[in-house]
């Protein structure tokens, strides 16, 4: 019987031991895991020694697996496994934000994978958007209060094909708030890099009034620095969290993950 254990000292977060994701996985199961992944935010599924095919099905039972926009880097025959790597000109996703925010139906969840690790850092961080929002002053709550981001894919990002662009760079507008369908929270929601624009504001304003809400919302007890275990599965809500790499680790060793995302519903 597998076990969920509150990540000790972390705002938010769990580990499940003793659950092997190639395993056939029972309705209790999946219920259970997916109370704990609302409860907790995000889930770390220890001890993983997976295929890429045997990844992409045990995630299947929390979602459906949809594609990433960004094709050179999916597993070939396997597209909705992508890697993120510190290679082929992938820079680190080293700002907080949440994925894919530029596709009208951004994903629930992200799920990581470590298949290589630097000997030492490499981290991923985790910010609980639930209380960023909470934490905003008055007038900057007041402000983003039915405001919306105009989502594009970064247009210095060098890894990104003209196929990708075509079909994922249409602008795509997102609320700044948006309310968790499943728990009915409100939640903070934005990707700094993708917002090129806010509906109603000069552009060159964009940038700083983000960096700014970041500075109020991201505080040390409601984020978390998952250092990463061989053979963990990160399982986090798209939802209500922001996640940044941290890129301060020897870049002369590979870090490779495997990312799956799960499709979510159009944010309101
Ligand atoms: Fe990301």
């Not at 196929?163 to 968790?180: L, W």
């Not at 960096?211 to 991201?218: D, K, S, T």
Request: proline share 6%; glycine share 6%; net charge negative.
């Amino acid at each position: 019987m597998f076990k969920v254990n509150a990540l000790p000292d972390a705002p938010f977060g769990a580990e499940v031991v003793g659950l092997d994701l190639k395993d056939q996985m029972d309705d209790a199961t999946r219920d259970a895991i997916n109370d704990a992944f609302l409860k907790h935010i995000a889930l770390v599924f220890r001890d993983q020694d997976l295929t890429a095919e045997q990844y992409r099905d045990g995630v299947s039972n929390f979602g459906e697996p949809m594609k990433q926009h960004n094709e050179r880097f999916q597993l070939p025959g396997i597209p909705v496994v992508s890697r993120i790597i510190n290679r082929e000109k992938m820079r680190p996703a080293s700002m907080w934000h949440t994925d894919h925010t530029n596709h009208e139906r951004p994903p629930k969840a992200t799920v990581l994978y470590a298949r290589k690790l630097p000997s030492k850092g490499g981290d991923t961080c985790l910010a609980n958007m639930y209380d960023g929002l909470e934490k905003l002053d008055d007038a900057s709550r007041a402000t983003i209060d039915g405001m919306q981001t105009v989502n594009h894919m970064e247009a210095d990002n060098p890894v990104y094909s003209d196929k990708d662009r075509a079909k994922y760079d249409q602008g795509v507008t997102q609320p700044m708030v948006r309310t968790h369908p499943e728990t009915g929270r409100k939640a903070l929601y934005f990707h700094i890099t993708k917002a090129r624009g806010i509906v109603g504001m000069d552009t060159d304003k964009v940038r700083p009034f983000l960096e700014n809400l970041l500075e109020q919302a991201v505080r040390p007890e409601n984020s978390l620095r998952h250092k990463w275990r061989s053979g963990d599965v990160l399982l986090f809500d798209n939802r209500c969290t922001m996640h940044r790499a941290d890129p301060e680790y020897d870049m002369s060793e590979e870090r490779l993950l495997w990312r799956i995302i799960l499709r979510g519903d159009r944010p309101a």
